[in-house]
Every structure is written in structure tokens, then in C-alpha cells.
């Protein structure tokens, strides 16, 4: 359940999307553009029924006095709430991280006490972020199964180990995903797999 219909709302019903989240109601008198199609709205003012039913809340309108009701609508509960406009440690049971998604691979950032610096961070962060981490990423996945399968637990670290470094990256990005698990067989394995 989110309280509210702005732009931080709309983050937080797309950070819930991205993280797998099946049914979202969001409760406001207005929406702002942003609000991703999944979300159920229900254009109304806040109300303390609004909160039966829910399992996480979040309070995000630009009126503190309604996220405080929210708050205490939902400890009355005994639900896990978390409220925008608080510093991570005050009203909230939970702070929801700054992240960056890139097909597997996420890079999440929480400084303990400012989401805006956090935000800020995760932006930098993305301006340097290598294409080939994403790319290594979606080979680990492909590749785990078959990793896994080897006997040595030795042999399965070391390989795995390899897969962060620049050469194997390199040979990722030259030779696909086939190439690079033929370049770890020949330096970890017996035999290739």
C-alpha cells in the first residue's frame, strides 16, 4: 500500500515492480504522470481503513501530518511501514535503498541516515558503471549450473574467481558466452564441459 500519488510514489511502485511485487494499491486524491499501469489507484483521501489488508506501507505524500497518521495507522496494525519524508531511523520500521538495475545485475545504496545523498551516489555510480559487469552478470547466470556441477570445491572457487577478472571479461565480450566457459575449462578443468 502506498499513501500518496507524486513522483516519490511513483518510484517506490516501480522499485516494488522491479523487486517482484504482484499487487500494489496506491491511494491519493491525484496522480502525477509517472505511476506505473500495474498500480491499482484508488483516488480518494487518506483514510485509516485504507491500510486493512496490506502487508507493507509506505507514507509518501508532501503532507506530514498524513504520514504521520499512516505511521501510526500502521504500528496500530502491526504493519511494516516506511515513511518518504523521514530520515531513515525516525518513523520508519525499513529504508528502502537508492538502486540501479541493469538486466541481473543491481547495485543498491543506503547512507544510514540521507536518501538524497544515497541518490546521488547510486547516480554516480551509474555513470561509471562497466557494460561488461552487466554482460559477466547475465554469463554467471547462464553459466552457474554448469559451474556447480564440478566436484572441487577448490576448482569451483578459483573458476568463479576468474569470472571477475578483466581477461575473462574481455574474453566474454570477444568470444560470447561459449568461448568463455571454453577459456575456463582449459585453465580450471581436466576436460571441458
Request: aromatic content about 4%; proline content about 4%.
Amino acid at each position: 500500500m502506498i499513501v500518496g500519488g507524486g513522483a516519490v510514489a511513483a518510484r517506490k511502485a516501480k522499485g516494488l515492480l522491479d523487486a517482484g511485487a504482484t499487487r500494489i494499491r496506491m491511494i491519493s486524491p491525484e496522480f502525477c504522470d509517472g505511476i506505473p499501469p500495474a498500480v491499482e489507484r484508488i483516488v480518494e483521501r487518506y483514510a485509516s481503513g485504507h491500510l486493512e489488508g496490506a502487508g507493507l506501507v509506505f507514507a509518501a505524500t508532501d503532507d506530514a501530518e498524513v504520514n504521520a497518521a499512516v505511521v501510526n495507522d500502521a504500528n496500530r496494525l502491526g504493519l511494516l511501514v516506511n515513511r518518504a519524508d523521514a530520515s531513515e531511523s525516525q518513523d520508519s520500521d525499513f529504508a528502502t535503498p537508492a538502486s540501479l538495475r541493469h538486466d541481473n545485475l543491481v547495485v543498491a545504496v543506503s547512507t544510514g541516515g540521507s536518501p538524497a545523498l544515497a541518490a546521488v551516489i547510486r547516480d554516480e555510480l551509474g555513470e561509471r558503471l562497466d557494460p561488461r559487469w552487466v554482460e559477466m552478470a547475465q554469463a554467471m547466470k547462464e553459466l552457474r549450473p554448469r559451474a556447480l556441477g564440478i566436484q572441487s570445491i577448490e576448482q569451483r572457487r578459483q573458476l568463479f574467481r576468474d569470472m571477475t577478472t578483466s581477461d575473462a571479461m574481455n574474453v566474454l565480450s570477444r568470444d560470447g558466452v561459449e568461448g568463455l566457459w571454453n577459456w575456463l575449462a582449459q585453465r580450471h578443468l581436466q576436460e571441458k564441459h
